[in-house]
DNA sequence: GGAAACTTTCTGGTAATACCAATTCTCGGA
DNA sequence: TCCGAGAATTGGTATTACCAGAAAGTTTCC
């Protein structure tokens, strides 16, 4: 198993750090379990023992794995998984909160901005169309889209706020796999929903922008709801007494 | 300069790395300089090179220095300095932000409060009159205050939002330095304010709740603004119109 | 005299090997 | 069965060598 099967153009070390991340991720190494040894490393990748040295130390550096001398390097954490609390959030809490402060972020918007930015946020609007068209496509235009409006705001500490909840969606698998059950419904609606929010930035009515966020937001948890079967929502909340659990006793 | 010095029982490139952070964070090289080559500071340290080579890897992983081949590593960002946009956010921007994001979260709050949270969050507000009154005091009542509402809404997403706000604050020395000086004006008003929000939750009032929180920090605000002088003003219209350059390009 | 091409030198990238130290395993003895 | 000494395994570090990319210096040609 050669690395020189990845053609790319980091360096050996890189590539290797690289695979070992992808043997994490496949479950091949659970947490707590050990790698092999790093001569063992050096013949299965066909490199030297420094360039494997590297990569450990790569992950080490990351969190990722322990190395401990004369036993072995052992694996910490896996890829993707965070420390901090509010990792895994349900896409039900995300939307709430989503509903609540980019509805303000909105309203902070139309008082802030500029032809330039609802002219930027059309197009967006645009764009969702064609995504939500193909069932393939991503929601990259459907993030910008809110993204471009809590940039309109003016404000690094709301936009910086807002991001974070979109980091979290992309952190939360549960969340993205029921939005993506959930989205391609109703084409229309969706557009409307956004040109609402549009129309009321070009008019600079705070009080429009917030209730149409709202609405479409409201519309997205409704959605939600609808294709979150009983069994699912049961998991949910057992889940979620879970991480109560844990951020009490983390601010304890 | 040997490394023995420094009397750690860490692996030495783990002593080699953190002696590096240290020149680096003392100004020695500043961002965009170059390290000296491996084979010189192998010598220097008194160290082999492969060992050089892992302290640098390390340095390379968490984004400190950039490696050029054949040409050599060049610091990139100081250690301390996080690369994401929002972290030198101005304390006016971050209020605003508590503005409208809290006083939604109380709302919510206000729907899911039980009676343990209330009494647990009457506490604080006793603690909070406490540490205004001494003038070495911290504000860490204030803030758990804060994150006990936010908590209250059972919504991890909220809550994790909200926290990431105090995060800003505590990493932007202008916030808090401005905060600390609007602080310690009236006790009492500060009292009343926060108390207000507790009968709100209470009473399960959201409406009440959005309000009485709203109104704490628009006062909050404005004795921002009261302490902020024209010219501190001035130098941050400047850092703010760079910082909405720079993640617009982030983002464009 | 200046510009292009070549050469040297410096830099990081990788490999191979050896030996040390900490840990773990194994097996024989009590 | 238990335990302890020795062997085997594992990471830690050093040394050496050579390759490849980049930069600087030199030569050559116009």
Redesign the interface.
């Known amino acids: 198993m050669a690395l020189a099967a990845t053609k790319s153009n980091d ?1 050996l ?1 890189q590539d290797l750090a690289r695979s070992l991340l992808v043997e994490l991720s496949s479950g091949r190494y659970p947490v707590g379990s050990r790698l092999p040894a790093e001569r063992d490393l050096a013949v299965r990748y066909e490199v030297s023992r ?1 360039t494997v ?2 990569a450990i ?2 992950l080490e ?2 969190g990722l794995v322990e190395v401990r ?1 004369g036993s072995g390097a052992y694996v910490r954490r896996l890829p993707g998984e965070e420390d901090r ?2 990792f895994n ?2 896409a039900f ?2 939307t ?3 509903l ?2 980019e ?3 909105a ?2 918007a139309a008082t802030q901005v500029t032809d330039a930015d609802v002219a930027e946020i059309e197009l967006l609007v645009q764009r969702i169309a064609e995504e939500n068209q193909d069932p393939n496509g991503t929601e990259s235009a459907d993030r ?1 889209f809110h ?1 471009a409006i809590a ?1 309109a705001t ?12 979109w980091d ?1 969606r992309a952190s939360s698998p549960e969340a993205a796999l029921l939005h993506e059950k959930a989205r391609h419904a109703n084409v229309k609606p969706v557009v409307e929903e956004h040109s609402a929010v549009v129309e009321a930035l070009r008019a600079r009515d705070p009080n429009a922008a917030r209730a149409a966020m709202r609405a479409h937001l409201s519309a997205v948890l409704e959605g939600l709801l609808f294709a979150t079967e009983e069994r699912a929502l049961a998991e949910a909340r057992k889940a ?1 007494q879970a ?2 659990d844990r ?2 006793r983390a ?1 304890a």
Chains 1, 2 share one sequence.
């Open positions: 360096r070390y420094p040295r590297e130390i790569a550096v990351q001398i609390p509010g959030v349900t809490e995300l709430e909160a989503r609540l402060f509805g303000e972020a309203a902070l910008e993204l940039r003016r404000n690094v500490a709301v936009f910086n706020a807002i991001e974070r909840l979290l979620t991480r109560r951020y009490a601010t």
